[in-house]
């Protein structure tokens, strides 16, 4: 059964490879799992077809057979449980990668979306850069507390991992702020993760879109 997944039609991260179907497809080149690209502007994700499969109207979704799932996080979940290479076999060596799995969703990326929600919705607001102010450092010290973690590993635990996919993934979200920077160690783990094969595969995959549909407007 192929496996589809939705992305949009016309991203807005300017083709730097944020927006989430980006981890959906990253997890599917890891694990050598073949699949299409339905993709949606952002009308038809608010249409019934969409909502039917994203209760929320957003992208990704997953559709394999008679299965479909929305989140991306579930999503990585699932292909990471169901195909061998982004989970260790040993039992509690995959309970921690699947904890980092959730500490890069629930721990980390929420301050780091707050800064991009704040810059775009509240930035033309009086009380603007004092709220980013308190904003980055929140980031600021949860960036401090993974880097103390990772210190000098290549990965979070062991070897790669979904929990680095998805670290990887939301770090790749303030690369561009010059936080990122702060910590050499966490910027040489992005650059790790960025350089694997299946990264790469990924990335060129959704560049492509971003491409087609500057080049047709």
Do not use: C
């Amino acid at each position: 059964m192929t496996i589809t997944i939705t992305a949009f039609e016309r991203s807005p991260d300017g083709g730097k490879g944020l927006a989430r179907d980006m981890r959906v497809r990253w997890a599917l080149e890891e694990v050598g799992q073949p699949y299409d690209v339905r993709l949606l502007s952002f009308k038809a994700m608010k249409e019934p077809a969409h909502l039917a499969l994203q209760p929320f109207g957003q992208i990704p979704t997953y559709e394999e057979g008679d299965l479909v799932l929305f989140e991306s996080g579930a999503i990585v979940f699932h292909i990471a449980q169901r195909h061998a290479g982004l989970l260790p076999d040993d039992a509690n060596a995959r309970a921690r990668a699947i904890t980092w799995m959730f500490a890069a969703i629930s721990t980390m990326e929420p301050p780091i979306v707050d800064r991009e929600i704040a810059r775009y919705l509240e930035g033309d607001k009086t009380w603007y850069d004092e709220r980013r102010s308190l904003v980055e450092e929140r980031i600021r010290k949860r960036l401090g507390e993974l880097s103390d973690r990772l210190g000098d590993a290549d990965w979070l635990d062991g070897e790669f991992s979904a929990g680095d996919l998805q670290m990887v993934s939301v770090l790749l979200r303030v690369k561009g702020s010059g936080l990122l920077a702060e910590y050499p160690n966490l910027s040489a783990y992005v650059a790790r993760g960025q350089a694997r094969p299946a990264y790469k595969r990924a990335f060129d995959a959704q560049f492509a879109v971003f491409t087609a549909a500057s080049s047709g407007s």
